[in-house]
T-cell receptor, first 115, second 109 residues
Framework: GAGVSQSPRYKVAKRGQDVALRCDPISGHVSLFWYQQALGQGPEFLTYFQNEAQLDKSGLPSDRFFAERPEGSVSTLKIQRTQQEDSAVYLC?????????????FGPGTRLTVL | GQNIDQPTEMTATEGAIVQINCTYQTSGFNGLFWYQQHAGEAPTFLSYNVLDGLEEKGRFSSFLSRSKGYSYLLLKELQMKDSASYLCAVRGGTDKLIFGTGTRLQVFP
């Protein structure tokens, strides 16, 4: 079956531009996560949805970052007025949302470069 | 605070065995995951431990000691394709994963 997909795979933005990153989770997966991965580092948590409810947004670095999942499937991460420090790979992961193992499966990521 | 430590880089020879260690201090513990990540690609799931002991899956095994806050990933019969970063991640009191910085493994012929 299809895995997690993300688009675009690469995005170059000028400082100050707004960007929108899309995530299509595995069909039927209830939970959806966004992570930010800087070069040479592990992923860092940004935000988490269970269906359409955003249950945790404690990792969003500033109010320029906004995420939504209006119908409980596709999610969009929006970054307003991009800054150079926003340059990173943005990873999306989904899981069944069941107790126990509940493995998160990752998409290929969107590499954002802010000039 | 929350802290996960793993070595930054390791090297090994094709056909050998390598052990990648991970120590953690987190508020709450609800399982430890290992992921493999090739450069420019998505992290892929390798193993999950929530109880103490060894979990074996083919050439890969993972061990957990909750009392020591310690895990390791053991890779046997190394192949060139095993050259990648290996990420240790803990699910704490919530559903999010807390990752270490990753261990970059280089396998030489």
């Amino acid at each position: 079956g299809a895995g997690v997909s993300q688009s675009p795979r690469y995005k170059v933005a000028k400082r100050g531009q707004d960007v929108a990153l899309r995530c299509d989770p595995i069909s039927g997966h209830v939970s959806l996560f966004w992570y930010q991965q800087a070069l040479g580092q592990g992923p860092e948590f940004l935000t988490y949805f269970q269906n359409e409810a955003q249950l945790d947004k404690s990792g969003l670095p500033s109010d320029r970052f906004f995420a939504e999942r209006p119908e409980g499937s596709v999610s969009t991460l929006k970054i307003q007025r991009t800054q150079q420090e926003d340059s990173a790979v943005y990873l999306c992961a989904s899981s069944k949302g069941q107790p126990g193992t509940d493995t998160q499966y990752f998409g290929p990521g969107t590499r954002l470069t802010v000039l | 605070g929350q802290n996960i430590d793993q070595p930054t880089e390791m090297t090994a020879t094709e056909g050998a065995i390598v052990q990648i260690n991970c120590t953690y201090q987190t508020s709450g513990f609800n399982g430890l995951f290992w992921y493999q990540q090739h450069a420019g690609e998505a992290p892929t799931f390798l193993s999950y431990n929530v109880l103490d002991g060894l979990e074996e899956k083919g050439r890969f095994s993972s061990f957990l000691s909750r009392s020591k806050g310690y895990s390791y990933l053991l890779l046997k019969e190394l192949q060139m394709k095993d050259s990648a970063s290996y990420l240790c991640a803990v699910r704490g009191g919530t559903d999010k994963l807390i990752f270490g910085t990753g261990t970059r493994l280089q396998v030489f012929p």
